[in-house]
């Protein structure tokens, strides 16, 4: 069975791409996962970080994105096959005897032009502007569940805002992982997600985890009262150079010691927090997926 992980906060800046990062090679070294990141956000800095900007250039060229996942979602529909969006080899670390399993499927800004034609084309055959919505976050998010199997391991690297790219990847998610920094904004930003999730009946699972702690303008004020009305996660993330360096593609792969440099221990760390907390968590309910392959 596969976990889909959706990395998301409607503010941007808060550190979703660098926990992708940091989640996708915690699960694929030190749990030896193989892992598909999906990424959401038009801005494609985890499509970057993860398949440099000659790679990444080339597989918007061809198709491979977000964008066009989108769009072949809403045509004929039921038997889309995922694996035509994917891009196989990312990463920049190998580690033998067995290098890290990171595949993805990157963005581009075609995923904001995706996402319009998509508004235009569900506003001619449904009767209202929530139903459209719904339609397209349902649609996004069974597309993202059609890779149940392909992988261990879906990280969804989610658009700030709250788009229906952003809903359709909360959706598809078993569990979400909310990066914030402890700014005054923050506890707002959480509130805010959670409320449309209770609007939405949604049954993913939420945990907001601290990030870029100890630097300036954090308050651990903020951090505890989060914890109280959210839970505590096991780990907080503090602010580090090393994170800075380690969203930067190699071309010439690299040790994990060299890429995450005295940021390792955080990536197994941050591995682990995540593997406890799931084992706490209660369990949710499958979710149903139209497009499963019959
Ligand atoms: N723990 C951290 N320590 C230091 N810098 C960080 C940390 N987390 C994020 N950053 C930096 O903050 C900026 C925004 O992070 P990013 O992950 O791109 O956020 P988002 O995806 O939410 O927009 C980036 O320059 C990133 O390197
Ligand atoms: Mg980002």
Known sequence: MTDFIAISNRKGGVGKTTLTMMTAYGFALYGQKRVLVIDLDAQASSSLSFLG????????????????????????????????????????????????????IPSSSALDDSERTLLYMMAQSEPTLEEVFYDIERKVANIIRSADGLYDVVILDCPPGLSCAAWGGLRAAD??????????????????????????????????IANRVGNAGGSAMVIDAIEHEYGKFGLQIPSRQALVNALSYNEEPVSPSIKFGSARNLVENLHEAILTWKHHAPQTVPIENEYASA
Do not use: C
Request: charged share 25%.
């Open 175 to 208: 569990y979400a992982l909310i990066p914030y920094t402890a700014d005054p904004t923050a506890e707002d930003n959480i509130r805010a997600l959670m409320k449309n999730v209770l609007l939405r009946d949604i049954e993913t699972r939420f945990i907001p």
């Open 53 to 104: 900007a000659d790679r990444w250039i080339e597989a918007k060229d061809s198709g491979r994105h977000a964008g066009d996942m989108l769009i072949n979602a809403f045509g004929d529909g039921k038997n889309i096959d995922i694996s035509q969006f994917i891009v196989q080899g990312g990463g920049d670390v190998i580690s033998p005897p067995r290098d890290p399993v990171i595949d993805v």
